[in-house]
């Protein structure tokens, strides 16, 4: 007991490679409060000094409206299209060896490294009545530059990414004596995946869905040139507070980014919950 005791207290007077908890824990308040706690609450300090008149006239304008339902809605619909479709790469990607596949990972990170005004211009030079999709689906009768659909393709191209490479280690590292287990047990292949693999991914596929939907919400540079920013339309929020910041009226920029940013830390502390609820039940 007593050589327990005393190995415990040469650890803790043992140096370590990296700081002890306190330094490390006052560099991270440090490093948090300058790089997110200021700037956020100079814009609640910002918002704090327009009347309630005018800050309820601004975010409840019918064209702010549209545009929070076309940001939300739009990004909201975009996470799930990359959840869904983000599984099935990740499962092929790790499952599966084939000619070519070393090409299609690393085109999934093309967007991290790709500007955003870059894959705008590029997305409208498809998608645009004159582009080499575009125009074909003009003849169907389907218009998708200049139209919420254009901004629901550029979401889910920026957005793919982030359910990809989260989920992807988890099913590489995904032990396979479980689903051989369930199988000899009789198990069908949906019920392998549905009992067995989803509740241990399910942690994962939400918080890939989380970054997916947050990046929806803050992108600007490639929607705002397939979108066409016809208001009432197809116009976004992020390019509204730019306009009214253009305007100088810091104040209405201001109003509309707090409401934003309000919505973002509720849907955020939801999902968060729901990664909670997910890894207890896993």
């Known amino acids: 007991m007593a ?10 007077k043992s140096p370590s490679i990296i700081p002890g908890f306190g330094v490390t824990l006052g560099f991270t308040l440090f ?32 064209r702010v409206l549209h545009a929070y339902k076309i940001s939300f809605g739009i990004s ?8 869904f479709f983000g599984l099935i790469l990740a499962w092929v990607l790790s499952r599966y060896k084939f000619f070519g596949k070393r090409i299609i990972d690393a085109m999934v990170d093309l967007p991290f490294a790709l500007p955003t005004a870059v894959a705008g211009i590029a997305l409208t030079a498809l998608y645009s009545p004159q582009g080499w999709i575009g125009q ?17 393709i550029a979401l889910v191209f920026v957005g ?24 000899s047990l009789g198990a069908s292949r949906f019920q392998t ?3 067995v693999i989803f509740p241990s991914i399910l942690p994962a596929l939400l918080t890939g869905f989380a970054m997916s939907f947050a990046r929806g919400l803050g992108e600007y540079g490639s929607v705002i040139f397939i979108a066409g ?17 253009e305007q100088y009226d810091y104040a209405g920029a201001t109003a509309i980014a707090l409401i934003m940013l309000i919505a973002s830390f509720i849907l955020l502390f939801i999902i968060n919950w729901l990664q909670k609820w997910a890894s207890d039940d896993s």
């Open 193 to 195: 995946f549905r009992q």
């Open 136 to 152: 074909y689906a003009e003849m169907l009768g389907i218009k998708i530059a200049f139209t919420p659909f254009g901004i629901l």
């Open 160 to 183: 793919l990414p982030f359910v990809v490479r989260t989920v992807e280690p988890i099913l590489k590292d995904m032990e396979k004596e479980l689903e051989e287990a369930a199988a």
């Open 229 to 245: 920013n016809i208001p009432k339309i197809s116009e976004i929020v992020p390019l509204l507070i730019v306009v009214k910041l």
């Open 76 to 83: 909201l619909l975009a996470a799930l299209i990359n959840t």
């Open 31 to 62: 490093y948090l409060a300058l790089i997110v706690i200021i700037p956020l609450s100079g814009l609640f300090f910002t918002a704090a000094t327009v009347s309630w008149g005018e800050f309820w006239n601004t975010v409840s304008s019918p």
């Open 3 to 12: 050589f327990t005791k005393n190995l415990n207290l040469h650890r803790l």
